[in-house]
Nanobody
């Protein structure tokens, strides 16, 4: 079994930065994909950024140039550096790790951008 844990959420003022972390434990396949999603209350979950281990990261248009998804030193860690945050970035951010038809989700971490 695989467990995914996100951390690093919090409250930040507009224009500020946060760094989210994602760590997976258990039987993690070596060539995996990590994807960040976010969801606000009443809205559908939306794709934010994704990375296949060893490849480039891809971003949704609404975070392009502001967010950076990077991998940690191990195959099962990743970070989402979020800069120039806007109030509309307020959401619960979820990290997933997967391979083939298997995807594991974390419990989410709240990010609130407010003055």
């Amino acid at each position: 079994q695989v467990q995914v844990v996100e951390s690093g959420g919090g409250v930040v003022q507009p224009g500020g930065s946060l760094r989210l972390s994602c760590a997976a434990s258990g039987s993690v396949f070596s060539k995996n994909t990590i994807v960040w999603y976010r969801q606000t209350s009443g809205n559908e979950r939306e794709w934010v950024a994704g990375n296949v281990l060893g490849g480039n990261s891809n971003y949704a248009d609404f975070v392009q140039g502001r967010f950076t998804l990077s991998r940690g030193a191990t195959k099962n860690t990743a970070y989402l550096q979020m800069n120039a945050l806007k109030p509309e970035d307020t959401a619960v951010y979820y990290c997933t790790i997967g391979w083939g038809s298997t995807t594991y989700w974390g419990q989410g971490t709240q990010v609130t951008v407010s003055s």
